[in-house]
């Protein structure tokens, strides 16, 4: 099974300043088609989870451009540019490449 | 709008069976692969179970195999997860998922709100 590895797996931010999260994968991501199937999801208190950026760097609808994914192969990045309120909860990185699909542990993201 | 309702949670000892149903609207089903996720008490996300199209091809976490099986009835708009021999440690809210969008290749973009299982003597 593929593991991912997120670090933090606490992010204690202050409003408006940027956050940051790496997920690394225990082996490459890279599927047969050529693409990354590396996707980050929010989930807030209370919530399902959210899909926030899918292979690798592309936002889903409605995300804000906030939100920025990086990464190849098997390391990568969330980049929040600048905090926002509601932008608290969980956030994990996942891979659809193969099955088992398999989540990173969860950074909780807190204000100061 | 794409919107995705479980039901069938409950309260169940251990060894005992439960089936959860997901209702679907606003998308094509019968072209949408689906999953099952579920989240434990405090804790991350664990995926359980994946079905194609068809639901001819199925996939399940090695913590399920043999006991919970994936279907779906397109026909219906309904994705099922029944589950036999429960144990304690399947407690968890399970949470239906699209799987896949095939027109951009993204993975889980929409979900459920989830179904609530709770295994306890």
């Known amino acids: 099974d593929i593991v991912l590895t997120q670090t933090p797996l606490s992010s204690p931010v202050t409003l408006g300043q940027p956050a940051s999260i790496s997920c690394r994968s225990s082996?490459?991501?890279?599927?047969?088609?050529?693409?990354?199937?590396l996707s980050w999801l929010q989930q807030r208190p209370g919530q399902p989870p959210r899909l926030l950026i899918y292979?690798?760097?592309n936002r889903f609808s409605g995300v804000p451009d906030r939100f920025s994914g990086s990464g190849a192969g098997t390391d990568f990045t969330l980049k929040i540019s600048r905090v926002e309120a509601e932008d608290v909860g969980v956030y994990y990185c996942m891979q659809a490449t193969q099955f088992p699909h398999t989540f990173g542990q969860g950074t909780k993201l807190e204000i100061k | 709008e794409v919107q995705l309702l479980e039901s069938g949670g409950g309260v169940v000892q251990p060894g005992g069976s439960l089936r959860l149903s997901c209702a679907i609207s606003?998308?094509?089903?019968?072209?949408?692969?689906m999953s099952w996720v579920r989240q434990a008490p405090g804790k991350g996300l664990e995926w359980v179970s994946t079905?194609?199209?068809?639901?001819?091809?199925?996939f399940y976490a090695n913590s399920v195999k043999g006991r919970f099986t994936i279907s779906r009835d397109n026909s219906k708009n309904t994705l099922f997860l029944q589950m036999n021999s429960l144990r304690v440690e399947d407690t968890a809210v399970y949470h239906c998922?699209?799987?896949?969008?095939?027109?951009?290749?993204?993975?889980?973009?929409?979900w459920g709100q989830g179904a609530l299982v709770t295994v306890s003597s």
């Open positions: 292979k690798i760097s």
């Open positions: 082996q490459s991501l890279v599927y047969s088609d050529g693409n990354t199937y």
């Open positions: 606003g998308l094509t089903v019968s072209r949408s692969a």
């Open positions: 998922a699209r799987e896949v969008d095939i027109a951009s290749g993204s993975h889980y973009g929409h």
């Open positions: 079905i194609n199209t068809s639901g001819g091809s199925t």
